[in-house]
């Protein structure tokens, strides 16, 4: 996958697609223009979020060995969307878990797992109020998902959530883009994803920021290109902003999580980082008490 940044890498899960299914239809030019919800097209998604897999998902095992006593053979991933990394982890043996609140999403998951005789836990579900029947190991939520989250009560939930769902000693690798408190933010970033013939160009880009209300929106939009057709998605994304601080204070509300390492999205497990005033891009790997 070739990519043209703007700036940083900023992924996203399908977290927030049960906030209605909206669509309306322009014809523009010979471009048909879709103002919809890019988390309802899994196909398309999951080709932009998941051609370029390979560095997070080694990225992940190495953390698994650092950072996890024993052994690790079952991962769990709430907001997993296509399961783009669900998929590659049960394909090397490892069992896994996984909840999205968007049922297409879901779907398509499950119906990659069945095809290529694959098992997996995958359900529709909020990552603020769930359980499961037996810990994991380890779990990952690394493409910025965790800020659809637009209340500290919702991420606290979560986070509690997730210590319910890890055993003690087990981690969470949460990535998050945070919000620098010297320096310009960085907020666009452009690139290009295929797969035989189809290709999707994707955009994103600053709509508004609000820094008291903590809350950020941004356009994105897919451009579809096939042998028979071509079209464009565009969507508005909701996130809740994060500076380093307010991230420590939100995880002291729930002490079973301790910061046991932090990585940028270089995915080096033998560079970690210092969280500083312009850190942007972060992995935080937090450790279950």
């Not at 965790?146 to 949460?174: D, N, S, V, W």
Request: hydrophobic fraction near 40%; proline fraction near 4%.
């Amino acid at each position: 996958m070739e990519r043209v940044f703007g700036s940083r890498t900023f992924f996203l899960s399908c977290w927030v697609s049960s906030c209605g299914n909206r669509r309306r239809t322009i014809n523009h030019g010979v471009m048909e223009i879709i103002e919809g919800n890019i988390y309802d097209y899994p196909v398309y998604y999951d080709l932009v979020f998941g051609a370029d897999w390979s560095a997070e998902y080694h990225f992940l095992r190495a953390c698994f060995a650092k950072h996890v006593p024993g052994k690790t053979k079952r991962l769990f991933e709430p907001a997993c969307g296509t399961g783009r990394l669900l998929y590659r982890f049960a394909k090397a043996g490892y069992a896994i878990g996984g909840l999205d609140l968007n049922p297409k999403a879901v779907a398509y998951c499950n119906e990659r797992l069945v095809r290529n005789g694959l098992k997996g836990d995958i359900w529709v579900g909020d990552m603020c109020d769930f359980k499961v029947s037996r810990p994991y190991d380890a779990a990952f939520n690394t493409i910025n998902s965790f800020r659809h989250l637009l209340t500290e009560k919702q991420a606290a939930a979560h986070l509690t959530c997730m210590a319910e769902a890890i055993r003690p000693g087990g981690i969470y690798a949460l990535g998050l883009h945070l919000t620098p408190t010297e320096g310009i933010p960085t907020d666009t970033e452009s690139w290009n994803a295929r797969r035989g013939s189809l290709s999707v160009n994707t955009h994103m880009w600053p709509l508004s920021r609000d820094l008291k209300k903590r809350i950020e929106r941004f356009g994105m939009r897919f451009d579809v290109y096939s042998p028979t057709s071509q079209f464009r998605i565009n969507d508005e994304l909701v996130l809740r902003s994060y500076t380093a601080k307010q991230f420590d204070q939100l995880l002291a509300k729930v002490p079973q999580w301790k910061i046991e390492a932090v990585y940028d999205f270089r995915y080096r497990i033998d560079a970690p980082i210092e969280i500083d005033p312009t850190v942007e891009d972060v992995v935080y790997i937090l450790k279950r008490s």
